[in-house]
């Protein structure tokens, strides 16, 4: 009779939200990559507000979103988890890619949803952590 190897997924929201930042992270990289070929910039922004600004929503993207999948991968574990975190987590996803869009300056309203909805979802997610640690400590 075979054996079967299969090993149970524990953190499937975690790795579909990693799988979905790693593909905006190279997204992100790729328009700043084709606006330094076709401006001619070597290195930085090149004095080019464009560059600059593409490459803000980058780094605003590096900043915010591993303290993301931290958080849902500690509510995942925590056994908190339910429909509305992979919910969530694609709305985050959603924001960053319309605030990415907004920093291009003409999509201002994707600029506004994106800062707004990270701002939202990491202070909900951390007070809802914060909530489920407190509980645990006070009831074991």
């Keep these: 009779m075979p054996v079967s190897l299969t090993i149970p997924m524990i953190l499937p929201t975690t790795l579909a939200l990693a799988a979905a930042a790693a593909l905006i992270n190279f997204w992100l990289s790729l328009r700043i990559g084709q606006l330094r070929g076709k ?6 922004d090149g004095g080019h507000d464009s560059i600059f600004r593409r490459m803000r929503a980058h780094a605003n993207f590096s900043e915010n979103t ?24 694609a709305i985050y996803m959603l924001g960053r890619v319309t605030h ?19 701002i939202l979802i990491q202070l ?17």
Excluded: C, N, T, Y
């Design 100 to 118: 990415a869009w907004g920093m291009d300056g003409r999509f201002r309203a994707g600029r506004i949803f994106g800062a707004v909805s990270a």
């Design 39 to 44: 401006l001619k910039v070597d290195v930085g």
């Design 66 to 89: 591993p303290i993301l999948l931290i958080l849902v991968a500690a509510i995942e574990l925590s056994g908190r988890g339910s429909w509305w975190l992979p919910v969530v987590g």
């Design 124 to 140: 909900g997610l951390g007070g809802f952590a914060l909530f489920v640690a407190m509980h645990q400590m006070m009831h074991p």
